[in-house]
């Protein structure tokens, strides 16, 4: 089993900057894939990034490109999201996830891969982040 942790979210000024990190635990020896997804009150959750190292590919939502990156850390089982330029729209329940032997988003729209809550079985209790305008 594997169990993820997120760090603190918070409260930010719009066009700050924050950046959120995540854990893994348990048995992360194949872990593959890593995801930052966010649900705001009323939405579906949504999939913000993720990122595959072994394909060395990293995709984003239109809605955070170039504001938001993920990266990796394999040695210490961890991703993390730097978020910049930050928007009231912004606000929302963010949550990482990760899992085994996956290369790639398997979800396309419109020919271009999407990150998605079915790539991934493990999950964090997720961090709040609330944006002030």
């Known amino acids: 089993e594997v169990q993820l942790v997120e760090s603190w979210g918070g409260s930010v000024e719009s066009g700050g900057s924050l950046r959120l990190s995540c854990v893994a635990s348990?048995?992360?020896?194949?872990?593959?894939?890593w995801g930052w997804f966010r649900q705001a009150p009323g939405k579906e959750r949504e999939g913000v990034a993720g990122i595959y190292p072994r394909a060395g590919a990293v995709y984003y939502a239109d809605s955070v490109k170039g504001r938001f990156t993920i990266s990796h850390d394999s040695a210490k089982n961890m991703v993390y999201l730097q978020m910049n330029s930050l928007k009231p729209e912004d606000t929302a329940m963010y949550y990482c996830a990760t899992d085994l032997l996956c290369n790639a988003p398997r979800k396309i729209i419109n020919g271009a891969p999407v990150v998605d809550v079915g790539d991934f079985r493990y999950w964090g209790q997720g961090t709040h982040v609330n944006l002030s305008s």
């Open positions: 348990g048995y992360t020896s194949n872990l593959d894939c």
